[in-house]
């Protein structure tokens, strides 16, 4: 056992003390923040104003467009109804985005398939569906006025219906949380596809480095194999949970400063600070403040002690397959015919996530895929921030604990007869001969 805790110790500190690893470790979180201000600060950048002609021959739509330039800022309409239709037509794109005809028809409803809208570029599918949204809001109007409707007694009687999400304590509800527990469940799940792969090719470059500069005979003169590979499997994965550590620390302290900064109290009796708000705010603070009091009301003990269970078993799994793979190969060329099998559950997992437990987090798919071992640790992940049973979440972790020595097993002996191996590309046939050994 102390032979496996001297790798374990050295993989671990040549980790750490690598620069590229401390400059990731306090640069990264520094670099989402970064990334996030810019995305904004480029969505609020002012937009290009696309201008749109009309060329309206019924006369009947135009102010409806023209009064759409105080709505949409995105596209600016202009009224060319009295310049030549074909006019207009050879000047598609001098000046404006595109032309907008209505041709002059004496049924209004006939104009429901005869509009068109031309243009050398494609435009937006928004664009498209506010212009038809128009039209067809104009026509019914029109529809009604020839039928002799009351449209001014019909537009009172439409409902707007708000509903208001309260639960049974009675305290206030607010709308968006599924959407930020999938949020978080996704971005743990994501951390951890990127773990494993991040770490897991770590395990693999540490092993052919070794193999090709031939260090690996001296070692394994005193050191059986699979201590070896348990050592750097163990001693890579410490240096990951280290550092992800460091990135909790630093995103729960960003947190309490926006809590802080919105006047959230994050205790378990959390309310508004009367003395930091003030009757002006705006209806958005309250819904931030009602946001972040909710998030910090999610279990977030269990989820980041799920993900560090999770990480461990999941990328125990992968990287037994990751330095079974270094061991067969000499350099990182001949490893990628091995290494998509390996990817593809993740990337399955991923998408089985977003698609499968964001609609329904108890569906069979959902459950299932979070009970399998190769894909539990990134589904499961994603399912528990709504609450799983306690049963589920035993029976996935024992699953991916024993598929792990299983694999380990096997795993090990790829890696024996691999790391000794020079000079030849091995086949998926070659390594089922090794597990035999």
């Not at 900064?261 to 959390?270: H, P």
């Amino acid at each position: 056992m102390s032979i496996i805790s001297l790798i374990i110790k050295r993989e671990f500190f040549a980790k750490v003390r690598n620069k590229s690893f401390i400059v990731m470790t306090f640069l990264s979180p520094l670099l989402f923040v970064a990334i996030a201000i810019f995305v904004g600060y480029l969505s609020a950048a002012e937009t290009t104003v696309k201008r749109v002609a009309v060329h309206d021959e019924t006369g009947l739509f135009v102010k409806d467009f023209l009064a759409q330039n105080s709505e949409d800022g995105a596209y600016k309409y202009l009224d060319f109804s009295q310049i030549d239709n074909q006019y207009l037509k050879d000047s598609v794109n001098n000046g404006y985005e595109g032309l907008l005809i209505i041709p002059a028809t004496t049924d209004v409803t006939a104009l429901e398939h005869k509009i068109e809208f031309i243009s050398n570029a494609s435009p937006s599918i928004s664009f498209i569906e506010n212009t038809q949204a128009v039209i067809a809001r104009k026509i019914t109007q029109l529809n009604f006025e020839k039928a002799h409707l009351d449209t001014l007694a019909i537009q009172k009687a439409q409902a707007n219906v708000t509903i208001t999400i309260a639960k049974t304590s009675g305290e206030q509800g607010v709308k968006g949380l599924n959407e930020a527990k999938i949020a978080i469940g996704g971005a743990f799940g994501y951390l951890i596809m990127m773990f494993i792969i991040i770490y897991g090719n770590m395990v693999m470059r540490s092993v052919i480095e070794e193999k090709t500069n031939r260090i690996i005979e001296i070692i394994i003169s005193s050191v059986k194999p699979f201590q070896l590979m348990i050592g750097k499997i163990i001693g890579t994965s410490l240096a990951g949970i280290l550092q992800f550590s460091i990135w909790v620390i630093i995103g729960l302290s960003l947190l309490f400063l926006a809590s802080a900064f919105l006047g959230v109290d994050v205790g378990t009796s959390a309310h508004l600070s009367s003395g930091l708000l003030t009757h002006t705010q705006t209806e958005f603070a309250g819904t931030a403040q009602l946001f972040i009091k909710e998030i910090w009301n999610l279990p977030i003990a269990g989820i980041l002690i799920s993900f560090i269970v999770y990480f461990i078993g999941g990328y125990f799994l992968y990287s037994s397959f990751y330095a079974a793979i270094g061991a067969a190969v000499d350099n990182q060329t001949d490893s990628q015919q091995f290494l998509l099998p390996i990817i593809m559950p993740l990337i399955l997992s991923v998408y089985i996530g977003f698609f499968s437990v964001v609609n329904d987090p108890d569906s069979t798919i959902a459950v299932a895929f979070s009970i399998f071992p190769l894909t539990s640790p990134i589904v499961m992940l994603m399912r528990i921030p709504f609450g799983v049973p306690w049963w589920q979440i035993a029976i996935s972790l024992t699953l991916l604990f024993a598929t792990f020595l299983a694999v380990v097993w096997f795993a090990a002996k790829i890696y024996r007869v691999g790391i000794l191996m020079y000079g030849k590309k091995p086949s998926w046939k070659e390594l089922y001969k090794w597990l035999k050994y």
